[in-house]
């Protein structure tokens, strides 16, 4: 039996929506490190978009210097030994990027309170790495059903008027990135399988369609066909958010 590789490919879509004025996701595509992510920027005067671009470059930037020694970078963190070398370099780029979003927001009054979602894919050696901190999402689309790979770090809370009376409800984050000076990301893995797609997604798209409702027929195609497809189809449902859509395709190769 001949050797494999993995072969990973992503593509993407994103769009500040039809009613925000300034689009604050990123969105991070490098098949070259199978390294795939979504942010969604919180925070007042569009510091969320300056939280998200922070988070991005210091993720991106780590994945890509431990490459080549993932085995023995060991700062500023050391291993976790429940987890892989994979999920260990992702673990530890995404605490980096809390630290640097975090520290950006206390130097600086005008990003006071500024933080990030992120939802993370690494694909290296033989693992498939899940990182996750807030409510953007990962979600498997095949083989099979639509299947949610992470756990919103959200809840429903009261609003109230001035003489205490309830008016509604909205959703609140209960984590992100930059929001505390320490975070400890929800991680997973898997063995790189013969193939999976999966989606990652911000809450532009999941908080108005139903994944597991969509015809199947929208998951097929080109992993940037599929992401500009959902993409429109969650500006045609009425988002009133920021959409970010991004599609990877993991498998192995004889």
């Known amino acids: 039996m001949g050797a494999t590789t ?3 490919l992503g593509g993407s879509a994103t769009d500040r929506g039809p009613v925000r004025e300034v689009n604050e996701d990123r969105v991070l595509c490098e098949d070259r490190y199978g390294l795939y992510a979504i942010f969604d920027g919180v925070g007042g005067h569009n510091a969320g978009e300056v939280a998200s671009q922070l988070a991005l470059e210091t993720l991106a930037g780590y994945i890509a210097r431990s490459a080549s020694n993932a085995d023995d970078d060991t700062w500023p963190l050391g291993w976790d030994p429940r987890l892989s070398a994979t999920s260990n370099r992702l673990r530890t780029a995404v605490v980096l990027a809390n630290q640097r979003v975090h520290l950006a927001a206390q130097s600086d009054p005008s990003l006071e309170g500024m933080a990030t979602t992120v939802a993370a894919v690494l694909v290296a050696g033989n693992v498939v790495s899940f990182a996750h901190v807030g409510d953007s999402r990962i979600y498997r689309l095949e083989p099979g059903p639509s299947r949610l790979l992470t756990e919103d770090d959200a809840a429903t809370v009261d609003q109230f008027d001035a003489d205490g009376e309830r008016i509604g409800s909205r959703r609140a984050l209960t984590r992100a990135l ?10 997973a893995e898997m063995p790189v399988p013969p ?5 990652l997604c911000s809450d532009g798209l999941h908080g108005v369609i139903g994944l597991e409702e969509i015809d199947p027929e929208a998951f097929i195609g080109a992993p940037h066909s ?7 189809q969650a500006i045609d449902a009425g988002t009133r958010d920021n959409v970010s859509v991004l599609v990877v395709d993991v498998g192995e190769k004889a």
């Open 226 to 232: 599929v992401a500009e497809r959902l993409m429109t």
């Open 6 to 8: 993995t072969v990973t």
């Open 178 to 187: 930059g929001a505390e000076t320490d975070v400890t990301p929800s991680m």
């Open 195 to 199: 193939h999976i797609r999966l989606l």
